[in-house]
């Protein structure tokens, strides 16, 4: 499996950005694709996932009502859409996937078997 990001740029706070992941190379109905993130010296955080069986899907708590997560099946593609973001979101953005099975499993990124090389997303203040 293949992942590769794009949309990444500068945004000004309050602003919006929308992230994709094009996906290739074969899935499995049991594949979740998830986003996470990672800001300089800080660990890589979950930010949200999608279940490739049903579109389910789940978002950490502080993106909450803000960021979209959708599955784009004619193009083979996962997008994040991200409004009112805030400096302290600056980070290199990974999609990733894996046959985590269950939603809950996608909270952990250790659990993920396949990487995208990232996308930088910087927000001013």
């Known amino acids: 499996v293949q992942l590769v990001e794009s949309g990444g740029g500068l945004v000004q706070a309050g602003g919006s950005l929308t992230l994709s992941c094009a996906v290739s190379?074969?899935?499995?109905?049991?594949?979740?694709l998830g986003w996470l993130r990672q800001s300089p010296g800080k660990e890589l955080d979950f930010v949200t996932a999608?279940?490739?069986?049903?579109?389910?899907?789940t978002y950490a708590n502080s993106v909450k009502g803000r960021f979209t997560i959708s599955r784009d099946n004619g193009k083979n593609t996962v997008n994040l859409k991200m409004n009112s973001l805030k400096p302290e979101e600056t980070a290199v953005y990974y999609c990733?996937?894996?046959?985590?099975?269950?939603?809950?499993?996608?909270?952990?990124?250790?659990?993920?078997?396949?990487w995208g090389q990232g996308t930088q997303v910087t927000v001013s203040s």
């Open positions: 990733a996937a894996g046959n985590l099975g269950r939603l809950w499993r996608a909270m952990y990124p250790q659990e993920y078997t396949y």
């Open positions: 190379g074969g899935t499995s109905n049991n594949y979740l």
């Open positions: 999608i279940s490739w069986r049903d579109t389910s899907t």
